[in-house]
């Protein structure tokens, strides 16, 4: 597939990078490559001896590849960082980039099912060799299962009766495409907040598909051991979800509950959090509408 030009407008660009506060000797890793843009200003800081490596999982992203010595681009999940940059050679880097959306490229291409803008298949795979699509949730979930991912996933009070009503249309027909969907939940869909809970719905299943929450937290897991002493954490989260474990774990390396105090009442912790949230301008929202949920924080390694 050809990508165009528009593959993914790079949010809080000069942010991101300045957050990772970078030595152009030190080697980077943007774990969310898709279109490159984040990874073309982190290269433009870097010097002859500098070193980024990237990741992305999906196959159209691979067409964006940076022609530079300096450049390597993982066809991975960022869940296995670790694994892959110990392949590279890499045990500790010198700051770490993600920007956790999904690439307008990805909302863009009717096909792949993540919009609710278009009537596509249910798939919403980013990897598209995975075997867990849209269309096996909505149509080979229990009902308990389904509602789970609408409750925590979607934030949706009506999701038991979202699953209900599910379970009980498929029993006559499987539901295949995005505009059966809509149809089977229109009850739920207010004329005047359609699009708010259609997104909702969508959100809810793609982060059940990519497994996008136990990725996250995998990832993160392994940062403090990957990152040198003052390393840079520069992380872009787009709803509240993610944002929350993100918050969480810059300020005491846990995703719940607190760390275990010594007996003098101390704790350790592996980062410290660098200035206060970050969110895009005015003007970047005015250019990017898919900017206006974007939330970066920042982190150093102790």
Excluded: C
């Amino acid at each position: 597939m050809m990508m165009t030009m528009e593959y993914h407008n790079p949010v809080l660009l000069k942010e991101a990078v300045d957050g990772l506060n970078i030595n152009p000797q030190g080697v980077y890793v943007d774990v969310t490559f898709g279109g490159g843009g984040h990874s073309k200003e982190i290269l433009k800081r870097l010097d002859g001896k500098g070193k980024l490596y990237a990741f992305d999982q999906d196959l159209d992203a691979l067409e964006n590849k940076i022609d530079d010595e300096r450049f390597t681009l993982i066809h991975e999940n960022f869940r296995y960082i670790k694994r892959f940059l110990r392949f590279h050679g890499v045990k500790q880097v010198d700051g770490i980039l993600a920007d956790f959306g999904v690439s307008s490229h990805q909302f863009d291409v009717a096909e792949r099912g993540f919009s609710t803008r278009f009537e596509a298949d249910l798939d919403m795979r980013m990897n598209q060799q995975n075997n867990l699509s849209a269309f096996h949730v909505v149509n080979e979930y229990e009902e308990e299962q389904l509602k789970q991912v609408f409750l925590q996933y979607g934030e949706l009070r009506a999701a038991p009766a979202m699953a209900r009503l599910i379970v009980e249309h498929r029993k006559t027909e499987p539901i295949t495409t995005s505009e059966q969907l809509k149809k089977v939940l229109k009850k739920f869909l207010p004329p005047k907040h359609e699009n708010k809970v259609l997104a909702q719905i969508y959100q809810a299943i793609r982060i059940e598909v990519n497994q996008e929450i136990e990725v996250l937290k995998e990832f993160l897991q392994q940062t403090p051991e990957l990152l040198k002493k003052g390393a840079r954490l520069s992380l872009i989260s787009y709803h509240s979800l993610e944002d929350r474990l993100v918050k969480r774990f810059i300020r005491n390396g846990l995703f719940q509950g607190e760390p275990v105090r010594d007996m003098f009442g101390n704790f350790e912790v592996p980062f410290k959090k660098v200035s206060g949230l970050i969110v895009p301008s005015k003007e970047e929202i005015k250019k990017n509408n898919r900017a206006r949920s974007a939330k970066l924080r920042i982190a150093e390694r102790l």
